[in-house]
């Protein structure tokens, strides 16, 4: 029930319409969740209750402030029973998470990074963030392989 209403979930803009860009599928989840597939434009992601973290990456200079959905809410929310969600991206890039990953830490899906739309040259559209600064243990090669940018596909197994 929660889940059907999430999925129809869309942009309301308040001012203009949402750019159609934001209403494409940048998303898809597959394997054991309720309905799978399941697919999620940026509108969807941006309807569900949104995560702030602060940290630097490895990629990038200095702090950010990122934006996103909280991985842990978002697989509970489809029903998620998987140990393992493998993570693709659009360059086909491809890496196993533990979910305990979610469950141990507040990984998010992000959409934005210091409140500008993640874009494709810059990691986005989504990009799994770690709250690494906030962790040691995070601060590692095994975790900084599963910043997935440019993430396009979750499949739960
Ligand atoms: N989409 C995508 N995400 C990715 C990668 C990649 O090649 N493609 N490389 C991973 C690896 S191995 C690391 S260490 C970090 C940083 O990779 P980079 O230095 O190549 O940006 O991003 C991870 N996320
Ligand atoms: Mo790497």
New binding site residues.
């Given amino acids: 029930m929660r889940y059907a209403v999430f999925i129809i979930s869309t942009c309301f803009a308040l001012i203009g319409a949402p750019l159609a860009a934001d209403k494409q599928v940048v998303l898809q989840v597959t394997g054991q969740i309720d309905g799978s597939p399941a697919q999620f434009t940026l509108c969807d992601l941006r309807a569900m209750p949104a995560t702030m973290l602060e940290t630097s ?3 990038t200079d200095g702090v950010h402030t990122f934006t996103g959905v909280l991985l842990r809410d978002f697989l509970d929310q489809m029903g998620a029973t998987g140990d393992v969600i493998t ?7 491809t ?1 196993d998470i533990p979910r305990s990953d979610a469950e141990n830490f507040d990984v998010i899906v992000g959409y934005s990074m210091n409140g500008m739309k993640l874009d494709r040259a810059d ?1 986005g559209p989504l ?2 963030v770690y709250p690494r600064d906030g962790h040691q243990e995070l601060q590692d ?1 095994r975790y ?8 396009s596909e979750l499949e739960v197994k």
């Fill in positions: 990456t490895v990629v993570a693709t991206a659009l360059n086909d890039y890496v990691k990009w799994i090669i900084d392989y599963r910043w997935v940018w440019q993430l």
